[in-house]
């Protein structure tokens, strides 16, 4: 049941170079925490810190209660599994797994006892005795897996661990990891840039961009109240739609307007000037007669992927991506209008990128 | 059309092999020749075209094995046992110093690191008989003359930088994620260095071997001037006696080139696998 807690983490690099800026994090024991962010952002320079394998440049880490700055990473209480999984090739598989136990002096009965267990729980004791050259992508990575179980560590790190994985096993693997979390249920820290996989595995989602945490949240809150422009348009798949526009005030009514369309908004926001963005996730778009039409545009590309349909509507100015279901007919060429749900529209100030709250939700 | 496409390929091939097999002639024919010189029973050199042994006696080798000095020594013996102990000697310090110093140009960053490299790469571009003297004087000073530790170091000097180059390019292509895994995994440096980058890099280390045992076992100059006693020499300084300024034994001259090739010949044997996997180290990902 380790917590880990990161206070004001920075790395700074000789030339002066910021990667990671002041990261606040509070991990609860237990919790499958995914830090997520488009590459680059530092997570991966986050979770090296955690594991020790990089130095901190500023703040402080606990685990357990206990400063570990300063402490190697084999006294960390920790697991990793990397990218590329970092199977030591010249051992077979039991080998690999009992390695970090030879070298904390366990009991030859005791190595033996735990790699069966590790190796059962994750179904690769038929390859225990086999070289990391004779498994597949998959068994490598389950034989990373139970490199880090047998040592039954207080927090497991993960790198992108699905990355070098095909679209298929990658899925079939995500599903596994999390079967794995709710048996062994100790506290995880995940690095990824799928947003699938953080949206599936987190209880806690950490989105990082140029070295910044932009939100933290359980996956609903973020994908439902973003706080920013850029955790909108991360998370969700084909990503939110953004369209420039005025916010206009008149009397007690409140207006967005375009260039060629205009909108009443249904509830009472304050942005922080008239500049602002719209956003609309593509599931939220629909198509409608031309008299109740917001949008009307032309139809440009049209993906089909089998269960739905990913429609991009040029409107002028901007583009539109709407998702549909597969069973609807449109030619591309063809001129579509288009509304949305009301309440499902979420708002940006323009100049800072912030979410514009509605004001019962700031009351809350 | 297949067909002419079938004799187009034949015709390639028996060109390639044509061009091969002249090639291999060039090469193995002066080797032939050495053989039927050793494998006579005389010191004559006799100009003939015919590589092929016209008798075979082994008088030249048992000469060449079981030859005595004044003292009634049988020197081919003193003169294995140095060569044997100097390539050793250079080979251990050789494999033992490069593989250390090229794991921390692979991995650690410290003050002077590329210059430390270039400076290696430097000494390699002078030929050896130009630091002769000032070797001979440090060599004299250290009263390490006619003494075979002092001729391992110095063909230990010689060999290092060559292999803390091969060394240095292998343990780069070494995943750095490995290391840190067993940094984990709760490993300190030694015994990341002992348990997995040493065992990883045999081949690389098997090539190093090779290479200083060969620059020991072959070498002539500095052993001709450092060491001055028969019962001192070298295997390579003994076969140079064979050649006088008068006369020349082009038998025992043959007869011990042989010899002298014979274990080179076998760890080759041996280490092929290896250096061929070591050479083309790096090149593609395991």
């Not at chain 1, 198509?287 to 089998?306: H, K, M, N, Q």
């Not at chain 1, 549909?324 to 030619?331: K, L, M």
């Not at chain 2, 060969?214 to 001192?232: C, G, H, R, V, Y």
Request: proline share 4%.
């Amino acid at each position: 049941m380790a917590e880990v807690i990161l206070k004001d983490i920075s790395k700074i690099y000789d030339n002066n170079k910021i990667v990671v800026n002041k990261v606040n994090l509070e991990i609860k024991g237990n919790e499958f925490v995914v830090i997520v962010g488009p590459s680059g952002c530092g997570k991966t320079t986050t979770l090296r810190m955690i594991a020790g394998l990089e130095e901190i440049s500023e703040g402080e880490l606990y685990i357990n209660g206990k400063l570990v700055n300063d402490v190697p990473p084999k006294d960390r209480d920790i697991a990793m599994v990397f990218q590329n999984y970092a199977l030591y090739p010249h051992m077979n598989v039991f080998e690999n797994m009992a390695f970090g136990l030879r070298i904390r002096k366990f009991s030859e009965e005791e190595i033996k006892k735990r790699v069966s267990e590790a190796a059962k729980l994750l179904e690769i004791d038929q390859l225990l005795y086999r070289f990391p050259k004779q498994l597949s992508g998959g068994q490598r990575q389950r034989v990373a897996m139970g490199r880090a179980i047998v040592r039954n560590p207080a927090v497991f790190l993960f790198d992108e661990p699905l990355s070098n994985l095909d679209a298929k096993l990658r899925t079939q693997m995500r599903s596994e990891l999390a079967r794995l979390h709710k048996r062994i249920g100790a506290t995880t820290i995940y690095v990824t840039h799928d947003q699938v996989e953080a949206m599936t595995l987190a209880d806690k989602i950490v989105i990082m961009n140029n070295g910044f945490v932009q939100q933290i949240g359980p996956p609903l809150e973020i994908y439902n109240r973003p706080k920013n422009i850029f955790v909108a348009g991360f998370i969700g798949s084909p990503t939110m739609n953004f369209i420039d526009c005025k916010f206009k005030k008149e009397g007690e009514r409140t207006f967005l307007k375009g260039e060629n369309w205009s909108f009443e908004l249904p509830s009472v926001y304050e942005p922080e000037n008239s500049d602002v963005i719209l956003g609309i996730r593509p599931e939220n778009l629909f198509p409608v007669d031309p008299s109740s039409a917001i949008f009307r545009g032309t139809l440009e590309i049209r993906e089909v992927l089998g269960s739905e349909l990913y429609l991009y509507v040029n409107c002028g100015t901007f583009t539109i991506c709407l998702r549909q279901e597969a069973s609807h007919r449109f030619e591309t060429g063809e001129t579509i209008y288009l509304n949305f749900k009301p309440e499902t529209i979420r708002l940006f100030n323009k100049g800072s990128g912030l979410r514009v709250n509605k004001k019962e939700e700031e009351k809350k | 059309m297949k067909i002419i496409r079938k004799t187009k390929l034949f015709l390639a091939q028996i060109i390639t092999h044509i061009f091969l097999i002249l090639f291999s002639i060039v090469t193995i024919y002066p080797v032939l020749w050495v053989f039927k010189m050793a494998l006579s029973d005389s010191q004559n050199f006799r100009v003939s075209l015919n590589p092929v042994p016209e008798s075979i006696s082994f008088t030249n080798f048992s000469e060449v094995i079981f030859a005595k000095n004044m003292a009634g020594q049988y020197i081919f013996f003193y003169q294995l046992f140095n060569s044997v102990a100097v390539s050793f000697i250079t080979t251990l310090l050789g494999v033992l110093l490069a593989t250390t110093a090229a794991y921390a140009f692979s991995r650690f960053k410290f003050p002077l690191r590329r210059a430390g490299l270039m400076a290696f790469l430097v000494t390699q571009m002078f030929p050896g008989t130009m630091m002769m003297i000032p070797l001979y004087i440090i060599m004299d000073k250290l009263g390490l003359l006619n003494h075979l530790m002092g001729l391992a170091l110095v063909y230990s000097t010689t060999s290092i930088p060559f292999c803390v180059w091969t060394l240095k390019g292998y343990f780069d292509t070494i995943p750095k994620e490995l290391e840190e895994s067993a940094m984990i995994d709760g490993a300190g440096r030694l015994k990341i260095f002992v348990k997995i980058i040493l065992p990883l890099a045999r081949p690389a280390i098997a090539v190093t071997a090779l290479f200083s045992f060969m620059t020991a076992w072959n070498e002539f100059i500095l052993a001709a001037t450092f060491m001055n006693k028969e019962t001192s020499y070298t295997l390579p300084v003994m076969l140079q006696h064979f050649v006088g300024a008068h006369n020349t034994e082009w038998g025992h001259f043959a007869a011990g080139a042989i010899i002298v090739a014979l274990p080179v010949v076998i760890l080759f044997y041996f280490l092929q696998k290896n250096l061929v996997s070591g050479l083309t180290a790096g090149s593609v990902k395991g």
